[in-house]
C-alpha cells in the first residue's frame, strides 16, 4: 500500500515536470528536459519492480520467501502448479498434517493476522465476523464481539501470526490512535496470552518461522 501511494504521489510530480518542459520555448532544451525526466522514471520504475521481483509481498516487515528461490511444488488441494520455497512447503504441509490429525468437521479454527491462506489449507470458513480485525479496516464494536465470541468458544487450534508491538505501534502512528485501537489491541493481548499460556486453555504444539516472521500454532487444551 505505501508503494502505491508512493508511486501515485511521484506520478503527480512527473505529470507536472512533463508539463511545466512543454512550456520551455527552445525545442533543444525542452527535448532535453522531457528525456531527463523519462530516465528518471524509467530508473524508479525498474528500481521498484527489482523489489518485487526478489519479494512479491511486503507488509509491516514481513516478507514473501525469496521468489527467485521458489522451485518446489506440493499435491496438497489448491497448490498444484504453484512453486514455493522449501521452507513455505514445509510450513503448509505441517499445518495441514496437524490439521488432519487435531481439527475434526466440526472444530473450529482462528486465524490472526494477514494469514487467511491457512483456512484454505484446512478447509475451514472464519467463525467471526472479522476475519481482518486491524482497526483501520474492523469496527471495534466488531472486533469486541468476536474477542467474546473466541473466549468464550475457545476454537479448537489458532494459528497466531504475531507481528509484534512495534508493528502495532506504527500502525496506530499511521492510521490512528491508541482510542482507534483499544479492541483490537484487546484481542491481540488475549492472543498472546494464549500463545504464553497465561489463559491455560492453550498449548503452542509448532513454531513456524517464514522468512523471520514468527507464526505460532496453538491447540487447545
Same mark, same amino acid.
Given at each position: 500500500m505505501s508503494l502505491g501511494q508512493g508511486a501515485l504521489n511521484f506520478g503527480f510530480v512527473v505529470a507536472l515536470a512533463l508539463f511545466a518542459c512543454r512550456k520551455i520555448p527552445k525545442p533543444s532544451v525542452n527535448? &532535453?528536459?522531457k528525456i531527463a525526466v =523519462?530516465? /528518471?522514471?524509467? #530508473?524508479?520504475?525498474s528500481t521498484s519492480v527489482a523489489v518485487k521481483v526478489e519479494h512479491p509481498y511486503y507488509w509491516w516487515g514481513m516478507n514473501e520467501e525469496s521468489y527467485p528461490e521458489a522451485n518446489c511444488?506440493?499435491? /496438497?488441494?489448491y497448490f498444484n502448479g504453484i512453486?514455493?520455497?522449501?521452507?513455505? +512447503?514445509? #510450513?503448509?504441509e505441517n499445518? #495441514?498434517?496437524? &490439521?488432519?490429525? @487435531? /481439527?475434526?468437521?466440526?472444530d473450529s479454527l482462528y486465524c490472526y493476522s494477514q494469514v487467511m491462506v491457512f483456512y484454505t489449507l484446512a478447509n475451514k470458513l472464519p467463525v467471526? +465476523? %472479522? $476475519?481482518?480485525?486491524?482497526?483501520d479496516v474492523s469496527r471495534n464494536s466488531t472486533i469486541l464481539d468476536d474477542l467474546e465470541y473466541l473466549q468464550n468458544n475457545n $476454537?479448537?487450534? =489458532?494459528?497466531? %501470526?504475531d507481528h509484534g508491538e512495534d508493528v502495532l505501534a506504527a500502525h496506530e502512528k499511521s492510521f490512528g490512535t491508541g482510542e482507534d485501537s @483499544? !479492541?483490537?489491541? !484487546?484481542? @491481540?493481548?488475549?492472543?498472546l496470552d494464549c500463545k504464553n499460556g497465561i489463559c491455560g486453555n492453550y498449548s503452542i504444539i509448532e513454531t513456524y518461522n517464514v522468512d523471520n516472521y514468527c507464526i505460532y500454532l496453538l491447540l487447545c487444551n
Amino acid at each position: 500500500m505505501s508503494l502505491g501511494q508512493g508511486a501515485l504521489n511521484f506520478g503527480f510530480v512527473v505529470a507536472l515536470a512533463l508539463f511545466a518542459c512543454r512550456k520551455i520555448p527552445k525545442p533543444s532544451v525542452n527535448f &532535453v528536459g522531457k528525456i531527463a525526466v =523519462i530516465s /528518471l522514471v524509467c #530508473v524508479l520504475f525498474s528500481t521498484s519492480v527489482a523489489v518485487k521481483v526478489e519479494h512479491p509481498y511486503y507488509w509491516w516487515g514481513m516478507n514473501e520467501e525469496s521468489y527467485p528461490e521458489a522451485n518446489c511444488t506440493t499435491d /496438497l488441494d489448491y497448490f498444484n502448479g504453484i512453486v514455493m520455497t522449501s521452507d513455505e +512447503k514445509s #510450513v503448509y504441509e505441517n499445518f #495441514v498434517s496437524n &490439521v488432519n490429525c @487435531y /481439527l475434526g468437521e466440526d472444530d473450529s479454527l482462528y486465524c490472526y493476522s494477514q494469514v487467511m491462506v491457512f483456512y484454505t489449507l484446512a478447509n475451514k470458513l472464519p467463525v467471526v +465476523k %472479522a $476475519p481482518v480485525s486491524w482497526f483501520d479496516v474492523s469496527r471495534n464494536s466488531t472486533i469486541l464481539d468476536d474477542l467474546e465470541y473466541l473466549q468464550n468458544n475457545n $476454537p479448537r487450534m =489458532i494459528v497466531f %501470526a504475531d507481528h509484534g508491538e512495534d508493528v502495532l505501534a506504527a500502525h496506530e502512528k499511521s492510521f490512528g490512535t491508541g482510542e482507534d485501537s @483499544y !479492541a483490537h489491541r !484487546a484481542l @491481540y493481548e488475549w492472543l498472546l496470552d494464549c500463545k504464553n499460556g497465561i489463559c491455560g486453555n492453550y498449548s503452542i504444539i509448532e513454531t513456524y518461522n517464514v522468512d523471520n516472521y514468527c507464526i505460532y500454532l496453538l491447540l487447545c487444551n
